[in-house]
C-alpha cells in the first residue's frame, strides 16, 4: 500500500533549522507533486510548499517564502522540507502529501495520499 512517511520533526530554537523528510512508498513517485503542510493547534491544516514531479517549479506560501526550501530526490522517493529562521509560529504537525496535479496544489482534497504528520516545536 502506499505510504508516506514524515520524519525530522523536533525541538528547535527560535532562529534555528531543521530539515523533514517524506519518504515515499508504494507509488511511482516520480509521478506525483508533493506538497507539505501544517496543523497548528487550534488552527485548521494550511498549504506550506509544494514542488513538481521533476522539480522544476517550486510554490510557497508567504509565510514560509525565503525561509523554507523544498526539494525532492525521486531516485530515494524522498521529498525534503527544510526550514531556516524558524519562528514561534511555525510550531505545528507537518505532514507531506502527494497529488497528480500541481494546478491544484492549494487544495488539499485534489492530495490523493497523506503521510502522518511530523511535530515540529519551537520555542524561546
Known amino acids: 500500500q502506499v505510504q508516506l512517511v514524515a520524519s525530522g520533526g523536533g525541538l528547535v530554537q527560535a532562529g534555528g533549522s531543521l530539515r523533514l523528510s517524506c519518504a515515499a512508498s508504494g507509488l511511482t513517485f516520480s509521478r506525483y507533486v508533493v506538497g507539505w503542510f501544517r496543523q497548528a493547534p487550534g488552527k485548521e491544516r494550511e498549504f506550506i510548499a509544494v514542488?513538481?514531479?521533476?522539480?522544476?517549479?517550486?510554490d510557497y506560501a508567504d509565510s514560509v517564502k525565503d525561509r523554507f526550501t523544498i526539494s525532492r530526490d525521486n531516485a530515494k522517493n524522498t521529498a525534503y522540507l527544510q526550514m531556516s529562521s524558524l519562528k514561534l509560529e511555525d510550531t505545528a504537525v507537518y505532514s507531506c502529501?502527494?497529488?497528480?496535479?500541481?494546478?491544484?496544489?492549494?487544495?488539499?482534497?485534489?492530495?490523493?495520499?497523506w503521510g502522518q504528520g511530523t511535530q515540529v516545536t519551537v520555542f524561546s
Open positions: 514542488i513538481t514531479r521533476s522539480s522544476g517549479s517550486t
Open positions: 502529501a502527494a497529488t497528480l496535479y500541481y494546478s491544484q496544489r492549494l487544495l488539499q482534497s485534489s492530495y490523493d495520499y
